[in-house]
Nanobody, 122 residues
Framework: QVQLVESGGGLVQAGGSLRLSCAASGTIFSINAMKWYRQAPGKQRELVATINSEGSTNYADSVKGRFTISRDNAKNTVYLQMNSLKPEDTAVYYC????????????????WGQGTQVTVSS
């Protein structure tokens, strides 16, 4: 079994910064893509940022230039550095990982974190 545990959320004023982390643990052979999503009340879940196993990144237009996704493969951890936060960034943030759990199988399984609340006040 694989568990993704998120941390780093909280309350911050507009213009401030937060750093989210998500650590994967359990039966892990390797992790391919890792992603951050967010979901605000009454809205659909939105893909915020993606990082593949080689470190290539992609961002939603709404956060590009303000957020940075990174990963530490040795720690099976993905980070989201959020700067210049805006009230519209308020949401529950979820991490996601495609995980290979068997050395003898190249199949990847999708896992989600429990979510961490980010609230940006004006």
């Amino acid at each position: 079994q694989v568990q993704l545990v998120e941390s780093g959320g909280g309350l911050v004023q507009a213009g401030g910064s937060l750093r989210l982390s998500c650590a994967a643990s359990g039966t892990i052979f390797s992790i391919n893509a890792m992603k951050w999503y967010r979901q605000a009340p009454g809205k659909q879940r939105e893909l915020v940022a993606t990082i593949n196993s080689e470190g290539s990144t992609n961002y939603a237009d709404s956060v590009k230039g303000r957020f940075t996704i990174s990963r530490d493969n040795a720690k099976n951890t993905v980070y989201l550095q959020m700067n210049s936060l805006k009230p519209e960034d308020t949401a529950v943030y979820y991490c996601y990982a495609d995980v290979r759990i068997r050395i003898y199988s190249a199949t990847y399984l999708a896992y989600w974190g429990q979510g961490t609340q980010v609230t940006v006040s004006s």
